[in-house]
Structure formats: structure tokens, C-alpha cells
RNA sequence: GUGGCUGUGGUGAAGCGGUUAACACGUGCGACUGUGACUCGCAUAUUCGAGGGUUCGAUACCCUCCAGCCACCCCA
């Protein structure tokens, strides 16, 4: 192989791009319907941005980020995650002065300098929505209402909604002491990794899948018993709204974050049909982060869809799409009449395949048969004396004349299709 | 960054020291001189991820490298 593409980065061949399509589509008509509009926003940001939005001390930051130097001498980076350009965004354009609430989608390529397994890619994909100026859970249920409904919508009932609170700056210090005296005479019978964790991020031992440290840490101190009051009202109100619209969810005390942004809320919509890939899409609110930014002091909440993984869910699916007409000829002559019929046909809107080299009929009926035409047409001396021919019907083969104009044939296929 | 597994055509694969490198699918052409699907015929890897070594001989055994996959970490 002379010529590969980069480790992790992958090309959508068509097949899968017909699925991707209709994720996107999906995605597009969930969200305009309730009231989101797109913004578009770079792939690459300065570095500054997410060391001050995703965190410092974040994996995301600290090992997996494409950073470089341009030519100018500045530090930039490929896009880790979404939020945080939307965000500068919103703040650059202050889109929070015209309107104090922002109704945001976004979808495009992310980038993470990780070792690629299934579900997980160094370029991959992401669809997010975001809400900012709202910091009633009215805007927390609406979010995870739509994200349900988009999961809904593409046809996947498997991922289930997990919901969680982490506190806010008021009360999630005093959970992380509580949580770290707990487990400080338990560490030894823990995993070599959480040893690591317990200094470096504790609430991740929560989150171990290894059984020792399960058992160790099943006693632990929830988060959600240590929400101050504010939070506690709110985690409250967000349930409150799920059950009054119906949706399903569970709510998962141990569920952790990789950003540091979080505050509240927290979601996942998780699968066990990934490997070790379970989250399809995640979320939370981010009430501190535009300000962080340098920004006004407005709340947030959003999420992000791995289009990836929801395509790798959707892979025994089919999606085609195929012809309306395949126009064969039987000689040099009748290409010209063929071409400008196929031309006229497809500026009417119909979709048409002709042959491009002058192949055999034989070859020509099977091209029309493996493309999946829904009829074809043999154009030759007699047809263009004549000014009509006869059309099959692929699927049972019936047979019928029409005149060869775009009106004859449009007529012909309405009047074969009832 | 760490570990495990695997690299044979467009694809799925058999072969595991000497073969015309099996078989199947796909693709192309033809049987049918104006009609696809079913059937049949023909064609389709001078070569087995790359480089080196062992050997009279290596796709096969050994080493190195590269790539892919899966898992850990972490995450969508």
C-alpha cells in the first residue's frame, strides 16, 4: 500500500455515507423543530481555549490534543470538542445581546491523539446542541427531551438516559473531602489505577470497573446526598420534568465527566452494544464556563452525539438509494437522443443512469439490475423513428409503451406506480 | 503511553517447508445477432504487509520494522 490515510482518520465510503446522512438529517429536524438553529465554527481554535474550558488538567488537554505552531508563531489546536469554540463564539459575537438565549447545533470532526479501537477514532464525529441564558431545568429537561427524541426519531431504542447531578463550586468540594476521607482507609485494596486516581481525580474510582474496587467503593458517599440546597431543587425539577414528559432515564450517582466545566447536570446516553465504548452521546450544564471564558456570567447546557457510534449502531440497517430510470442504447447513434432524455428528465427531478461507454446490451440490462433501477428503457433506430419505446418495470419485469419525452415517461411511471 | 491478537487477490478465506496459491463472493466479457435477475462458460494473486536471516528451496520457520484490530488508560 503506497498511501494511507493518517492512523484513526477514516474515509466515509458511500455506503456509510448514506447512513451518516441520515443521522445528520435526523439530527437537523429534531433540532430546528425545536428551535435550534446551526452555527458553523472552525476546526481549529487557539490552544488557550480549551486549556481554559476542558481543563488543565484534563486527559484531553494533558495528552490527547492536536497542538501545533503555525507559521505566525501561534499555539493552535484541532478541536477536541465542540462547546468550547460555540461558546468563544457566542462571546465574540455577543449573540447573548440580540437574544439572551441561544439555541445552538453544531456537527463536524473532532480531534483526540488517542489509540483507536472500535467506536473510538483520532478524527471522529460529533453533533451538539447547546442552550445558553437559561438557567431554569425547564431548559435541562427540554435538552434531554430532544436528545431522546433524536434517538427515537433514527430508529435506536437500546441507549438508555442516565442522569446525575455533580453540585456546583458551593457544594462539590466538601463531596470531594467527604468522598476522599472514605476512601483513604481503603486504599490499599484498591486497583493500581485508582490509587493514581485517588490523588489525581477521586471521583473517578466511582466510575472503575475493576470488582475489588467496585466492593471497595460501594459504600462510598454519593454526590447527590451532598447537592446543597439550590442544586438539590434543581436535580429535583429536572426529574420532575422527565416524569411529566414521560422520559425514560435512570440516574446514575457514579457517572464522571472528562471536563472540567460541568456543573449540575449531568447525562449519558448509554449501550452495551460498543465494547468498552458505552456512552453514544453526553452532556451536562456548564454554568460556569462562558464567564470563565471571559464572557458574561450566563449559564449553559448542552450535549454531544458520536455520529460514529451511532452509525456502528445502525450498522445492520440499510439504507439505499437507487434510480428511477436506467436508459440503455443500441448504438453511437442513439447516445445523443439518450443524453439529452436523461438531461431533461433529471432537471424534472427524476433520477436517471444511462450507459457512459457503449457497452453490450447485456452488460447495460445488468448495470440497470445492479444499480436497482425501477425501470429501464432500450433506445434504438426503431425507438427514435418511432418517438416511443417500450419501459420495464424492473421489480416483475411488466413491460409498457410511452412516448420518449419527459411528460410521456413522467406519465407513465404515475400511472405504473398506483 | 501500555498490553494481546492478526497481516494471503476488490472481498471472505484455504494452504503452514517443494502446489499451476484451493474454494466462494464480487467484477468484466460471452452463451442470447434488441433486454437484467436463474443457469452455464471464460477471464480475473508472476505472488502471499515490508526488509533481512535460516535452508538446495520459504507464503509457511526466525528476527526487525510497518500496518490493522481489540483491550487498558481515557472518552463521543
Not at 498511501?3 to 438529517?25: C, M, P, Y
Not at 484541532?78 to 455577543?94: C, N, S
Not at 461507454?357 to 427514435?384: F, H, P, T, W
Amino acid at each position: 500500500m503506497a498511501l494511507t490515510a493518517v492512523k484513526g482518520f477514516n474515509d466515509i465510503l458511500s455506503d456509510e455515507s448514506l447512513r451518516w446522512q441520515h443521522i445528520e438529517q435526523t439530527a437537523r429536524r429534531v433540532f430546528e423543530l425545536n428551535g435550534f438553529g446551526e452555527i458553523r465554527v472552525p476546526v481549529m481554535e487557539k490552544t488557550e481555549l480549551f486549556c481554559r474550558s476542558i481543563g488543565d488538567a484534563t486527559d484531553i488537554v494533558e495528552k490527547e490534543m492536536y497542538t501545533f505552531t503555525d507559521k505566525g508563531g501561534n499555539s493552535v489546536t484541532l478541536r477536541p470538542e465542540g462547546t468550547a469554540g460555540v461558546m468563544r463564539a457566542l462571546i465574540e459575537h455577543k449573540l447573548y445581546a440580540q437574544d439572551p438565549v441561544a439555541k445552538l447545533y453544531y456537527m463536524g470532526p473532532m480531534f483526540r491523539y488517542e489509540r483507536p479501537q472500535k467506536g473510538r477514532y483520532r478524527q471522529f464525529h460529533q453533533i451538539g446542541a447547546e442552550i445558553t441564558g437559561v438557567n431554569d431545568p425547564l431548559a435541562d429537561a427540554q435538552v434531554l427531551n430532544m436528545l431522546t427524541s433524536f434517538f427515537r426519531e433514527i430508529g435506536l431504542s437500546e441507549p438508555t438516559l442516565q442522569i446525575n447531578s455533580l453540585g456546583c463550586p458551593e457544594c462539590r468540594p466538601a463531596y470531594r473531602t467527604a468522598l476522599r476521607s472514605c476512601l483513604e482507609e481503603r486504599i490499599g485494596g484498591l486497583c493500581e489505577d485508582c490509587k493514581r486516581r485517588f490523588a489525581t481525580n477521586p471521583l473517578r474510582i466511582l466510575d472503575c470497573k475493576v470488582p475489588g474496587c467496585i466492593e471497595k467503593s460501594a459504600g462510598a458517599p454519593s454526590v447527590l446526598e451532598h447537592l446543597c440546597s439550590s442544586c438539590n431543587d434543581h436535580f429535583s425539577s429536572v426529574k420532575r420534568y422527565l416524569d411529566l414528559s414521560a422520559t425514560p432515564y435512570s440516574i446514575n450517582s457514579r457517572m464522571v465527566r472528562g471536563l472540567d466545566y460541568y456543573t449540575r447536570t449531568t447525562f449519558e446516553m448509554v449501550t452495551g452494544l460498543l465494547g468498552s465504548q458505552s456512552a453514544v452521546a453526553a452532556g451536562g450544564r456548564y454554568d460556569g464556563l462562558i464567564s470563565q471564558l471571559g464572557g458574561p456570567s450566563i449559564p449553559g447546557i448542552g450535549f454531544a452525539i458520536g455520529v460514529e457510534r451511532i452509525a456502528l449502531l445502525l450498522g445492520n440497517q440499510q439504507f439505499t438509494s437507487s434510480p428511477d430510470l436506467f436508459i440503455a442504447t443500441m448504438g453511437a447513434g442513439e447516445r445523443d437522443i439518450a443524453f439529452s432524455l436523461m438531461d431533461g428528465l433529471l432537471k424534472s427531478g427524476l433520477r436517471v443512469e444511462m450507459d457512459y461507454e457503449g457497452k453490450s446490451l447485456k452488460s447495460q440490462m445488468r448495470r440497470a439490475d445492479k444499480l436497482k433501477a425501477r425501470y429501464s428503457v432500450v433506445i434504438g433506430e426503431n425507438e427514435v423513428a418511432t418517438g416511443s419505446a417500450t419501459f420495464k418495470r424492473m421489480a416483475d419485469g411488466l413491460q409498457s409503451d410511452a412516448a420518449l419525452t419527459v411528460a410521456g415517461i413522467h406519465s407513465l411511471i404515475m400511472k405504473l406506480e398506483q
